[in-house]
């Protein structure tokens, strides 16, 4: 993007033809003379080259961000084919997808997520389910999902079987939330299991806007990651990475069955845990929590114990969460269908099926 003290790009009097060609090229002529003038006539096609190359290079660096691509369509299904597949376990993987090109964005906002559809072996109709990719927009010509395959997991048990060069239908972008830097100071997550999708794809949008990387994002991220076994915990790496290299985001690891020498939580994630590693309730935090329905359930009860109240939907956010729960076959317990209270910390929960995750309440 061309900044406010440059010329119109190609200009012969903008600045970087005085650093990159006029001056350079100056010095080389005057040393040409001063020893050797038959050189002269070779010396005079260095600014020629010069030149080209700065409205070449400035030219490419000012494309408008108009022109990019973007592979998602939210009124129908495309079908992308699976390029690479990285085992992590015997039932986890991520699978990357090639987009229409290699310079095409998948198109997906930070907070939303996508629907997947296929007809299962076995199943007489397609089958429809969220997903949030662990890739961004940040990834051109591609977009990867973590996906851990469960016996009863129609979709993912579908795209565990996918060979290379094979398809897979997606739409979107979907959801009621979209981050963005400053949207609140501090967020508090709980995740569990494949619950960590959602909560990485924020994570990694606020520590790639930090100042220190051009960007103005200061929010702080505290993260609960609770799993049963330690191999359980996916993408471990990524977050230790995330942790050393930026001091706004904290993770705290909670195991059901630790190994020894473990010096995370142990158990269930308990309201003594979430006191001590989350930020306390107040206005200017949220609370994100994605895992399995039986954690969910437990983590609300725990969460309000604590102060963090649920955010008193608008009559049109009342209305998508009724027909989102019937959709769900009642994954969402009746009070958070008929949600109610203060505006003081607002609980976020995004729904975790045998099939996949996704922000499924609104933000206020």
Same mark, same amino acid.
């Given at each position: 993007m061309t900044s406010a003290h440059q010329v119109k790009p190609g200009s012969l009097l903008s600045p970087q033809f005085f650093t990159g060609v006029y001056i350079p090229s100056g010095l080389v002529l005057l040393a040409v003379v001063a020893v050797k003038v038959e050189w002269l006539p070779f010396a005079i096609l260095l600014p020629l080259v010069l030149g080209a190359w700065q409205i070449v290079d400035v030219n490419v660096a000012n494309i408008p961000n108009a022109v990019v691509k973007k592979a998602l369509d939210p009124e129908k299904f495309q079908e992308f084919a699976l390029r690479k597949k990285t085992v992590l376990s015997h039932n986890v993987a991520i699978y990357r997808f090639a987009l229409q090109s290699d310079s095409h964005i998948l198109g997906l906002p930070i907070g939303q997520h996508m629907s997947v559809a296929a007809t299962?072996?076995? @199943?007489? =109709? #397609? @089958? @429809?389910?969220?997903?949030?990719p662990i890739s961004s927009d940040e990834n051109p010509g591609y977009f #990867?999902?973590?996906? =851990?395959?469960?016996?009863?997991?129609?979709?993912s048990k579908h795209i565990s079987t996918l060979k290379i060069g094979q398809t897979m239908k997606v739409k979107g972008p979907k959801g009621a939330m979209v981050y963005t830097p400053g949207l609140v100071k501090r967020f508090g997550m709980i995740a569990g299991g494949t619950g960590i999708t959602p909560m990485l794809q924020i994570i990694r949008a606020i520590v790639r806007g930090r100042p220190k990387n051009g960007g103005t994002d200061t929010t702080e991220v505290d993260l609960i990651f609770a799993n049963v076994n330690y191999e359980d915990i996916l993408l471990k790496d990524d977050l230790d990475s995330l942790a050393k290299e930026d001091s706004g985001f904290r993770v705290y690891y909670v195991l059901n069955n630790p190994p020894e020498q473990w010096d995370g939580g142990v158990g269930f994630c308990t309201p003594d845990m979430i006191k001590a590693k989350l930020p306390t309730a107040g206005p200017d935090m949220k609370l994100l929590l994605c895992g399995p329905p039986p954690m969910i359930s437990a983590m609300k009860k725990a969460t309000e114990s604590l102060g963090y109240e649920k955010p008193r939907p608008s009559s049109r956010l009342r209305i998508f969460l009724g027909a989102f729960a019937k959709l769900a076959g009642g994954l969402f317990p009746k009070a958070l269908r008929n949600a109610h209270g203060s505006d003081v910390s607002k609980i976020f929960v995004m729904s975790r099926t045998a099939d996949g995750c996704r922000l499924s309440e609104d933000q206020r």
């Amino acid at each position: 993007m061309t900044s406010a003290h440059q010329v119109k790009p190609g200009s012969l009097l903008s600045p970087q033809f005085f650093t990159g060609v006029y001056i350079p090229s100056g010095l080389v002529l005057l040393a040409v003379v001063a020893v050797k003038v038959e050189w002269l006539p070779f010396a005079i096609l260095l600014p020629l080259v010069l030149g080209a190359w700065q409205i070449v290079d400035v030219n490419v660096a000012n494309i408008p961000n108009a022109v990019v691509k973007k592979a998602l369509d939210p009124e129908k299904f495309q079908e992308f084919a699976l390029r690479k597949k990285t085992v992590l376990s015997h039932n986890v993987a991520i699978y990357r997808f090639a987009l229409q090109s290699d310079s095409h964005i998948l198109g997906l906002p930070i907070g939303q997520h996508m629907s997947v559809a296929a007809t299962p072996e076995g @199943v007489d =109709k #397609e @089958v @429809v389910r969220s997903y949030t990719p662990i890739s961004s927009d940040e990834n051109p010509g591609y977009f #990867e999902l973590l996906i =851990k395959s469960y016996p009863q997991g129609n979709i993912s048990k579908h795209i565990s079987t996918l060979k290379i060069g094979q398809t897979m239908k997606v739409k979107g972008p979907k959801g009621a939330m979209v981050y963005t830097p400053g949207l609140v100071k501090r967020f508090g997550m709980i995740a569990g299991g494949t619950g960590i999708t959602p909560m990485l794809q924020i994570i990694r949008a606020i520590v790639r806007g930090r100042p220190k990387n051009g960007g103005t994002d200061t929010t702080e991220v505290d993260l609960i990651f609770a799993n049963v076994n330690y191999e359980d915990i996916l993408l471990k790496d990524d977050l230790d990475s995330l942790a050393k290299e930026d001091s706004g985001f904290r993770v705290y690891y909670v195991l059901n069955n630790p190994p020894e020498q473990w010096d995370g939580g142990v158990g269930f994630c308990t309201p003594d845990m979430i006191k001590a590693k989350l930020p306390t309730a107040g206005p200017d935090m949220k609370l994100l929590l994605c895992g399995p329905p039986p954690m969910i359930s437990a983590m609300k009860k725990a969460t309000e114990s604590l102060g963090y109240e649920k955010p008193r939907p608008s009559s049109r956010l009342r209305i998508f969460l009724g027909a989102f729960a019937k959709l769900a076959g009642g994954l969402f317990p009746k009070a958070l269908r008929n949600a109610h209270g203060s505006d003081v910390s607002k609980i976020f929960v995004m729904s975790r099926t045998a099939d996949g995750c996704r922000l499924s309440e609104d933000q206020r």
